[in-house]
């Protein structure tokens, strides 16, 4: 749905916005539009008379402000967030993820729906303490960004909130107090401003220029000018500005007041003190007589807005009409629809003007706005799939519309084809609301117009019900569906009705009491089961009926295996089977294999015992089974086998391999191993090459020599580096050549470097030199003017072959830069058509950049341009577009300017032209011009492109243009806000501009704009650095300087040396920060003694220092502290809990600590409290438990967390493993084998790991339960086609380094062998740590060739590199390179850092760039590989 | 990696409209072949499946002619179907709702 009106949005944007002023070239939008008034087409001008005539006109003045802020948010999409929210969002410290959802949703449609808000809140209050950046963004929720909330109700939430947050210890500064008003203003809120005053002084909290302009403006809505003027008086007292928000609430507050001539009047009084009123100032005006009603005077002031060059936005109508209507004048607003002119954002806002009407019980009037949404997005979809209104129904839903008035809505909606199944979808958002009785009156309607109601549309209705075991509320809603003449399915009886009962017969009583109908056929099965475990022989007569419906075995398998091993009735159990067999009533796929599967299951059910004193029943029942013809799979069989061999029944094992099909019927014997790929790898043609090198230079002095000349060459000594090398001429090397060449480029002596070069080749003219050497040489050539030979030589380096990369490109850059100087355009022109013709290097900007450069440097714009253009055609890159931009812009070079805006909105489309212009007005300072580039309808950010210019901003200290950007995005499509503002701290940071990084801040309240945290701590540097109080909280980082350490240890050390003195930080809030600053360093003890130091003089904290103390002193398992502390907060802090968090460490600790029935006693107290335990508490204490043989543990844990609806990541064998374990423990091997086995033979589990099981038992040096444990391995593999046990055992024991075992284990089961992918990932999580490579080597020389040469080298690099073996690694590089492999850049870099750290250099170039970079580049190719491997 | 025991013939759909359950899917597909096993999980929180399953064939012809057809309207609203890539044995969700 998002994309889909994102991109219905971008379709309207190129075809009308910008090309709709007459007489505009077709191909590009028209130039003079963008200078002149931007959305009148009558005001066409000639550009360069509105250049000269607006660039002295750069008002100061901020930009307008805007009134509401969801004028700042533009986009709203039809979002179901609640439903994925909800799981996630439980889990212990997932809130800070939930802000940012929050923030998100918020960002991006400029509203959230109370369920999201409301759960963050509680959240918030249940998990931890909220920091005051939390409460700020909470708290601003809690205005219009609530649409489907009525007004009072959401006043009300934000005092709820603010209550709550301050008992948790939220601080609360002047941006908090100045949301509250914000708040109070959106929702039309009564209160006392002079109370509001006194309460924010009562807190010592200086109100500042945003706090007096929102109670100036509270003041003017109930029409209270004197109010208003007494706060005025005030701002001016101050010396405080007055802007034009100001104003704008004057105009309202006149009107309201009652006198309209005076709110008219504040527009000259503006312009008298030099403010131009903004679009909001008219707004207020326009919502005044709208409030009226009077409608001439709402369209001449709108005309007047108009020709004052201040444009309503579609959003400023929208409120105009929600005035309308609200005052009850709807026979004003279709005037009103008429003037909206469907821009940027459309949708979205109107879809909140929408719910907002519909939360006032306007909904006709918003149904009236719903039928105007354009129908150009119906188009895209298909025309079976309309869905336009859903948002609309789903509020009407939800706040209880009368069903009369659904309907007729619905029934418009589908007539005209705007949504193609209204009343499905109004019953679909009942049922999500849990809404019985309005779902059931839906499908009641659906059903009178003949739609299919199907039992499962009750399951949301029911499953509330269920998980609350409220049998009332199940009954209700069957009894519904009976209403309705739907019966309940299987699955409803079983899923949702059965489990709130005890058994059938309650269910029976229940209904009948009830009177509800049990006659349904569904019902049949539970009385199958019910059968199925009381009496088989009835059983298969009431299977055999005719009339029985048809069920799936699966409905009552269960039950029949239960029945099949209570009873010894062969003849019926014989019966029931080949009924089963044959009757595709009980099957939904194959009756073979269902059959089969059951016999598998019913001897899976079976225990050792069980199985051998029924030894005579079952070969009773398999053998009538043969002779009933009942064949099984050859696979089922193998697992049934398995299963027999395993109850040591071998004679039974005979009776069933009757069943399988004679064909199929094969030898018991192995599943043959999987064939190896032979592979080939470069070993011989690398021994080839260093074998014709050694015989190419066998003269011991070369290598010397080599080494001396490249010394001199390192001290530029020419001179005696080219005697050396005339004496010895025999002996030198390439590479003493190439550093004399290099040399001698260096000193720009191309004489000399030309002859070395032909001796070189004359020595050997195979050799080549490096790309660095040539590249110096066409430098030296070109310099001299010798172009020709410059381009033979990089002919040459083609010929060669000569190795280039990424860094070469920055070679030629700078190559051709020194070219610029001397101005010939051609000879770089021709040079670089050449490097990229013979692929030497890539088009890029950087590169192409240089043909630009030669042009500006002359100031020749038109050659710039002309050769942009070219540059453009030939290697797709605009190269310095911004600089030759800015260039014509401040010549005023219209026609040039115009053909490049052409040409650039052609080929990279009108966006990007528009972003280059915007820039290249801000560059030059024609702020106004930007200003209307970047109002351009359809105008949206561009993250990177705002960036880039920020960024230049702030590297070239441009401060003006970059508060100008800030300011004028402010309503810029999906603009990322608090990142602008953060671009403009971080210049304030460079400048230590503390004045204009607090005139930020303020601005930002004004804004109302969330800052991030790490907004918040730059705002704070910048304070603190220029000796300012910070008047906020400051969010902590938990890495803090090492001053700060000092200080605080030294106070410590004074607080202990003046024990009976009253401490430095006698009050509380000081001990508070010292404390938390302890706990934070780790320094849990300290803090310890100070909290019970602090307690004895009767000091009591907020519940946050104690939870953290707790948690730090968990951290360092000093679990009797922890509990001191915690009964001090209990006695301290009334109604103190624990905080998940600390909940968690209290069970790992227990549970590492061998407490496990302490552990477990939390955990239930801990769920009971309806908290979440973190996953390692869960981990931790079934592994206990596990240890401790307590299975009975392990089976609470398990089930407790199932009762907590939410999943935790848990490993999904954490409990199957634990349980192994805890039976090998109490020495019952047989059940741990048979559990385990059990979940391998089934296919679904195969790959999962048992590698713990394994691991613990060898460390304890269990040879019984490891002699089964590898025998069921060995099993499962041989039989089951199921390796992962098997390779999980082999890898444990090449761990432990019990390579003899190993050895016979892979010499058992060689199909271990074949799995790679364990392998690897075995070898991975070994080259984490340092000193595995030993373990790494042992699997390798097992199994020597399990993977790629060239996946395996890095990871043994990163061991050696781990372990700084430098020996090591200098080994494994040669064979590398003898080998041929190419190791990556990522280990490269690895092992040049090895070389750097012992002090040797690197003897080859090392990859410039960082481990980060060349990590991700490695992910990105493996990642392409996978997609191309799925192709 | 492990031998594959026996071949699957599976389509994964999306864009499952929620009116529809396992039992109209496995009827709708019936038509291309038979059907071996389908499925839809639920999401246990909200009571609504999830808006896409799994319909396993027992043979090739009918997950080609699924394959083929397009496009596949049910209740008004059109399936995307597509061939199971991941086979749903690994899909750990099935615990919520085993219909096979």
Request: hydrophobic letters at 40%.
């Amino acid at each position: 749905m998002a994309a889909l009106l994102r991109s219905a949005r971008l379709l309207k944007f190129s075809p009308s916005g910008l090309l709709q002023i007459a007489g505009s070239k077709s191909t590009g939008p028209p130039i003079g539009r963008l200078y002149s008034g931007a959305l009148r087409g009558s005001e066409t001008g000639v550009c360069s008379r509105q250049i000269s005539r607006t660039s002295g006109d750069v008002s100061s003045r901020l930009g307008p402000y805007t009134v509401g802020c969801v004028r700042n948010y533009a986009v709203a999409t039809e979002q179901k967030e609640e439903g994925s929210a909800g799981v996630r969002t439980k889990q212990v410290q997932q809130f800070d993820w939930a802000l940012a959802k929050l923030d998100s949703s918020v960002r991006r449609t400029g509203r959230i729906t109370k369920t999201l808000l409301l759960r963050i809140f509680h959240d918030i209050c249940r998990t931890g303490y909220p920091s005051g950046n939390q409460a700020l963004l909470l708290l601003r929720s809690c205005g219009a960004l609530l649409p489907e909330m009525p007004l009072q109700e959401r006043s009300e939430l934000a005092h709820h909130i603010w209550e709550k947050l301050q008992e948790l210890g939220a601080q609360y500064d002047v941006s908090h107090y100045n949301a509250l008003l914000k708040v109070y203003l959106q929702n039309e809120f009564n209160f006392s401003p002079t109370d509001f005053l006194a309460k924010m002084e009562a807190s010592n909290i200086q109100p500042n220029r945003v706090t007096y302009q929102r109670l100036i403006a509270a003041y003017c809505q109930n029409g209270n000018i004197e109010g208003a003027s007494t706060i005025l008086g005030f701002m001016k007292s101050k010396d405080l500005p007055i802007t034009d928000a100001v104003f704008n609430s004057l105009v309202t507050g006149h009107a309201r007041a009652g006198d309209i001539e005076s709110a008219k009047n504040i527009f000259p009084v503006m312009k008298g003190a030099g403010i131009e009123p903004s679009p909001d100032t008219y707004l207020s005006l326009l919502n005044a007589y709208a409030e009226k009603g009077d409608l001439d005077s709402l369209k001449q002031t709108m005309e007047e807005a108009e020709s004052a060059d201040c444009s309503l936005m579609d959003r400023d109508i929208m409120q105009v009409i929600y005035t309308l209507a609200k005052a009850g004048h709807q026979q004003h607003i279709p005037e009103m629809v008429e003037r909206l002119r469907h821009e940027r954002g459309y949708v979205p806002d109107a879809m909140n003007l929408c719910l907002r009407l519909i939360t006032l019980q306007l909904e006709d009037t918003a149904f009236y706005i719903l039928k105007t949404f354009p129908t150009l997005q119906s188009e895209s979809f298909s025309d079976d799939s309309a869905s336009l209104g859903n948002f609309f129904l789903r509020h009407c839903v939800n706040i209880g519309m009368s069903l009369e008035k659904l309907g007729i809505f619905c029934k418009e909606l589908e007539e005209s084809k705007l949504h193609s199944s209204p009343l499905t979808f109004s019953l679909s958002c009942a049922l999500d609301s849990k809404m019985t009785a309005r779902s059931l009156e839906l499908m009641k309607m659906l059903k009178e117009q003949d739609f299919p109601i199907r039992p499962h549309y009750f399951w949301p209705l029911l499953t509330q019900h269920v998980k609350d075991n409220n049998t009332s509320g199940v009954i209700e809603v069957i009894k519904g569906m009976q209403d309705l003449g739907v019966s309940p399915d299987v699955e409803t009886i079983t899923k949702y009705i059965l489990p709130v009962f005890q058994n059938m017969e309650a269910v029976r009583q229940a209904f009948q009491e009830a009177g509800i109908s049990l006659e349904s056929e569904n019902f049949w099965s539970l009385e199958v089961r019910s059968m199925a475990v009381n009496n088989l022989a009835e059983l298969c007569a009431k299977l055999s009926d005719p009339l029985f419906p048809s069920l799936d075995l699966s409905a009552f398998r269960g039950s029949l295996i239960i029945g099949f091993k209570k009873f010894d009735d062969v003849e019926s159990m014989v019966k029931i089977t080949e009924l089963l067999y044959k009757d595709e009533r009980f099957s939904k796929g194959d009756p073979a294999e269902t059959v089969s599967y059951l016999l598998y299951k019913l001897m899976d059910s079976m225990s050792e015992r069980e199985v051998q004193t029924q030894e005579e029943k079952l070969k009773n029942y398999f053998n009538q089974l043969h002779t009933k013809n009942i064949i099984i799979p050859q696979n089922i069989y193998r697992g049934i086998r398995n299963l027999l061999e395993l109850y040591n029944v071998p004679e039974l094992i005979k009776n069933i391999n009757v069943l399988v099909d004679p064909a199929n019927r094969g030898p018991i014997g192995n599943v043959p191993a999987l064939p190896r790929t032979p592979r080939t790898d470069g070993k011989v043609s690398a021994l080839e090459s260093k074998l014709a090198e050694l015989i190419a230079e066998n003269k011991p002095i070369a290598s010397v020599l080599k080494q001396t000349i490249q010394a001199l060459c390192a001290e530029e000594n020419l001179q005696r580096a080219l005697e050396l090398k005339q004496q010895h001429k025999q002996n030198m090397s390439i590479g003493a050549y190439a550093s004399l060449i290099g040399l001698c480029c260096r000193l720009d002596n191309l004489e000399e470097a030309l002859n070395l070069k032909t001796e070189m080749s004359q020595m050997d003219s195979s050799k080549a030199l490096d790309a660095n050497k040539y590249i110096g040489l066409v430098k030296s050539l070109c310099n001299n003017g010798r172009v020709e030979e410059a381009l033979d030589l990089l002919k040459e380096m083609k010929e060669k072959d000569v190795a280039v990369n990424d860094t070469h490109a920055a070679l030629f850059f700078h190559m051709l830069n020194s070219l610029v100087a001397k101005g010939s355009a051609q000879t770089i022109q021709l040079l670089l058509d050449t490097i990229f013709a013979l692929g030497l290097a890539k088009p890029s900007a950087n590169l192409c950049s240089v043909l630009i450069t030669v042009h500006l440097e002359r100031d020749d714009l038109a050659g710039a341009l002309e050769a942009m253009l070219e540059c453009q055609k030939r290697y797709k890159q605009l190269p310095r577009i911004h600089d030759i931009i800015v260039g014509l812009v401040e010549k005023g070079d219209t026609a040039l300017l115009q053909k490049a805006m052409d040409f650039v909105s052609q080929e990279r489309g009108e966006m990007t032209m528009l972003y280059d212009l915007f820039f290249a007005f801000l560059q030059t300072g024609r702020y106004r011009e930007a200003r209307k580039i970047v109002e351009t309808p359809g105008m949206r950010a561009r993250p990177g492109r705002l960036q880039w210019f920020a960024e230049k901003c702030i590297l070239g200290n441009q401060l003006e243009a970059l508060e100008h950007m800030v300011d004028m995005t402010a309503k810029l499509f999906e603009c990322d806000r608090d990142e602008m503002y953060s671009y403009a701290l971080r210049l304030c940071y460079n400048t230590n501009n503390w004045q204009k990084a607090e005139a930020l801040w303020t601005k930002m309240q004004e804004d109302n704009i969330i800052p991030r945290e790490r907004t918040l701590r730059l705002l704070a540097d910048i304070l603190k650095n220029n000796g300012q109080k910070v008047p906020f909280e400051v969010p902590e980082t938990w890495y803090q300087k090492a001053a700060d350490t000092k200080e605080v240890q030294q106070q410590l050390l004074q607080t202990a040396e003046t024990k009976d003195l009253p401490t430095p930080a006698e009050n509380g809030a000081g001990y508070q920060v010292q404390l938390l600053t302890l706990c934070k360093k780790g320094k849990a003890k300290q803090a310890y003694g100070m909290l019970k130091d602090a307690d004895k003089r009767g000091m009591a904290f907020g519940p946050a220092p104690y939870d953290f103390l707790i948690r730090a002193l968990l951290a360092e398992g000093a679990l009797e502290d922890a509990m001191v502390v915690r009964d001090i907060a209990v006695a301290r802090v009334p109604g103190f809990h624990l905080s998940d968090t600390a909940n968690t460490l209290i069970i790992v600790t227990q549970s590492k600590k061998g407490q496990t029935e302490d552990a477990l006693e939390t955990l239930r107290s801990m769920l009971q409290a309806n908290q979440v335990p973190g996953q390692l508490a869960i981990t931790r204490l079934t592994q206990a438990l596990g240890s401790d043989g307590n299975l009975a543990g392990i089976n609470e844990v398990e089930s407790l967390l199932k009762s907590l609806s939410t999943s935790l990541n848990l490993s999904n064998m954490l409990f199957v493993n634990n349980k192994a374990l805890a039976h090998i423990k109490n020495g019952d091997v047989e059940s741990a084998v048979e559990d385990l086995e059990a979940i391998f033979t089934d296919p679904d589990n195969q790959k999962f790991s048992v590698s713990f099981v394994f691991k613990s038992v060898l460390k304890e040096d269990n040879d019984k339960a490891l002699d089964k444990l590898s025998a069921m391995a060995e099993r499962l593999a041989n039989h089951f086609a199921c390796y992962r046990p098997a390779t999980d055992l082999f890898l444990q024991l090449v761990d432990m380094n019990k390579l003899e075992e190993a050895k016979f284990m892979l010499a058992r089961c060689n199909a271990v062998a074949d799995q790679k992918d364990i392998l690897m990932s075995y070898v991975m999580r070994r080259a984490q740590s340092p000193g595995q490579v030993g373990k790494i080597n042992a699997l390798l020389s097992l199994i020597p060739d399990f993977a790629e040469k060239d996946s395996l080298y890095p990871y043994l690099m990163k061991c050696h590199a781990l372990d700084k073996d430098l020996q090591a690694a200098k080994t494994l590089y040669e064979q590398i390179q003898k080998e041929g492999v190419v190791l990556d850049e990522l280990s490269l870099k690895r092992l040049a850092g090895l070389y750097r750290r012992n002090g040797e250099t690197v003897p080859f170039s090392e990859p410039p760039e960082t481990f980060k970079f060349y990590a991700a580049k490695l992910k990105d190719t493996a990642a392409k590989a996978d997609v191309t491997a799925e192709k | 990696m492990a031998a594959q025991t026996k071949k699957v013939f599976e389509i994964f759909v999306t864009k499952v409209p929620w009116t529809i359950s396992f039992k109209e899917m496995r009827e709708y597909f019936g038509q291309f072949g038979q059907v071996k096993r389908c499925m839809i999980p639920l999401d246990r929180a909200t009571g609504f499946h999830k808006g896409y399953g799994w319909v396993g064939f027992s043979s090739e012809e009918g997950l080609n002619n699924a394959l083929q057809k397009d496009p596949h309207t049910l209740d008004g609203a059109k399936l995307q179907v597509q061939r199971n890539r991941r086979p749903f044995t690994d899909q750990k969700t099935n615990k919520d709702s085993e219909f096979d």
